[in-house]
């Protein structure tokens, strides 16, 4: 998968996750709640491995990330 995507899809996921409203009005069942946070991990171990590179990147000085 590429880069993007999968920082676009956990960035998703993530705001469904924090959103209660989607569960309060049933836009989402606990069980889907339940397959997002699974999702969140899966995406979280495969970018994982490219986080520093994404870090770099973004071009922000060593002090601030310190």
Do not use: H, W
Not at 8 to 16: D, M, Q
Not at 55 to 61: E, M, R
């Amino acid at each position: 998968k590429d880069i993007i995507g999968l920082l676009r899809n956990t960035y998703a996921l993530i705001t469904l996750e924090e959103d209660i409203a989607f569960l309060r009005y049933g836009y989402l069942s606990p069980q889907q709640s339940q397959m997002i946070r699974k999702e969140i991990a899966k995406l979280c171990d495969e970018l994982r491995p490219r986080a520093l590179a994404l870090v770099d990147s973004f071009g922000i000085p060593q002090p601030y990330l310190s």
